[in-house]
């Protein structure tokens, strides 16, 4: 059974940085992606980034340059530093984890079926 437990959310000012941390146990596929997405309040979730098993990477537009997915294969734990947070980045980030995608977008929230519990990052101005 696939377990996916973010950490490493939090409150920070503007211009700060935070790495998320997705532990990932009980997977067994050797070929995968993985992905952070989050969720604004009343909003569907949106993908921020996604990180494959052949390390190809895709931001979305609105973190690209500020954002960086990374997974240590050997702690089996996804990451997502973030650097230069905006007060627009506040949202519930959850880690994401499914067969490999092999489009050049970022895949919808319906590819993914195994997901964690979310952890929440606040951005104060």
């Known amino acids: 059974q696939v377990q996916l437990v973010e950490s490493g959310g939090g409150s920070v000012q503007a211009g700060g940085s935070l790495r998320l941390s997705c532990a990932a146990s009980g997977y067994t596929d050797v070929r995968y992606s993985m992905a952070w997405f989050r969720q604004f309040p009343g909003q569907e979730r949106e993908g921020v980034a996604t990180i494959n098993s052949d390390g190809t990477t895709r931001y979305a537009g609105s973190v690209k340059g500020r954002f960086t997915i990374s997974k240590d294969n050997a702690k089996n734990t996804l990451y997502l530093q973030m650097n230069s947070l905006k007060p627009e980045d506040t949202a519930m980030y959850y880690c994401?984890?499914?067969?490999?995608?092999?489009?050049?977008?970022?895949?919808?929230?319906?590819?993914?079926?195994?997901w964690g519990q979310g952890t929440q990052v606040t951005v104060s101005s």
């Open positions: 994401a984890a499914d067969r490999v995608f092999s489009g050049s977008w970022l895949p919808p929230q319906s590819f993914f079926h195994d």
